[in-house]
């Protein structure tokens, strides 16, 4: 199993949405560790370590997030994996 950790930043009408806390809820529906905060204006940026199989299905749905939200644009970088956290958290 190959552990990854992504940094991504979805930008578009993500904020007031409930964008996050739907994150939140895949995260742990993958087993997915880390965090997501709004930053700036229509962005919300997050951190998450897991396994490249779940990473990849957590990538595809905040390509579309939430029912309400409208994602313009995704982008993720990959970090080195660090184990960091202990579960997915809103931030604020």
Same mark, same amino acid.
Request: hydrophobic share 35%.
């Given at each position: 199993?190959?552990? +990854?950790?992504?940094?991504?930043?979805? /930008?578009?009408?993500? &904020?007031? *949405?409930?964008?996050? $806390? $739907?994150?939140? &809820?895949?995260?742990?529906? !993958?087993? !997915?560790?880390?965090?997501? +905060?709004?930053?700036? =204006? +229509? +962005?919300? #940026?997050?951190?998450?370590?897991?396994?490249?199989?779940?990473?990849?299905? =957590? *990538? /595809?749905?905040?390509? #579309?997030?939430? $029912? %309400?939200?409208?994602? #313009? @644009?995704? #982008?993720?970088?990959?970090?080195? %994996?660090?184990?960091?956290? /202990? @579960? =997915?958290? *809103?931030? $604020?």
């Amino acid at each position: 199993m190959i552990m +990854k950790r992504l940094h991504i930043i979805v /930008s578009g009408r993500v &904020q007031g *949405v409930n964008f996050r $806390y $739907y994150t939140k &809820q895949r995260a742990k529906e !993958l087993d !997915l560790k880390g965090w997501a +905060k709004n930053t700036g =204006f +229509k +962005k919300v #940026e997050m951190i998450v370590e897991g396994n490249e199989e779940d990473l990849d299905k =957590f *990538v /595809s749905w905040c390509k #579309e997030g939430p $029912y %309400y939200a409208e994602v #313009e @644009d995704i #982008e993720v970088k990959e970090e080195p %994996y660090q184990k960091e956290f /202990s @579960d =997915f958290e *809103v931030r $604020y």
